[in-house]
């Protein structure tokens, strides 16, 4: 239970210093640049919340990692936004799909990391 609250309370900050430092916004809400024309970004972010809503998290994630271009700062705010929304999930429904709190903690320093950012 500690080693639970330690993890979202340590993904919270990681996000919240993302948040700031790189992405300089308050928010860990991926926001569509245009609503009419959707980027590559916009149709990713759209399939992975999709595939959460479908308790598809594993694969969510494989396919963020799968698409994921360090060269564009609009995946690193689909990251956060992607890790934000797991970590405030209730433990019960990330158990019932499979996925931990130290794989959204792995997931997203991992993630970090593929923009050069090593925490």
Same mark, same amino acid.
């Given at each position: ?47 992975? %919340? ?6 598809? #998290? @594993? +694969?969510? &994630?494989?396919?963020?990692? *799968? =698409? ?9 705010? %689909? ?6 929304? #797991? @970590? +405030?999930? &209730?433990?019960?429904?990330? *158990? =019932? ?23």
């Amino acid at each position: 239970m500690y080693e639970q609250d330690y993890i979202i309370r340590l993904v919270k900050n990681l996000v919240k210093f993302v948040l700031k430092a790189f992405l300089k916004k308050e928010e860990a809400k991926y926001e569509y640049t245009d609503e009419e024309n959707l980027s590559q970004t916009d149709l990713l972010h759209r399939r992975i %919340l999709d595939l959460i809503s479908q308790g598809k #998290i @594993n +694969e969510a &994630e494989n396919l963020l990692f *799968e =698409e994921i271009d360090p060269n564009n700062i609009k995946y690193l705010e %689909l990251a956060i936004d992607f890790y934000n929304r #797991i @970590n +405030e999930m &209730e433990d019960e429904f990330l *158990e =019932e799909n499979n996925f931990s709190r130290k794989e959204v903690e792995e997931g997203l320093k991992d993630v970090l990391k593929e923009f050069g950012i090593n925490m």
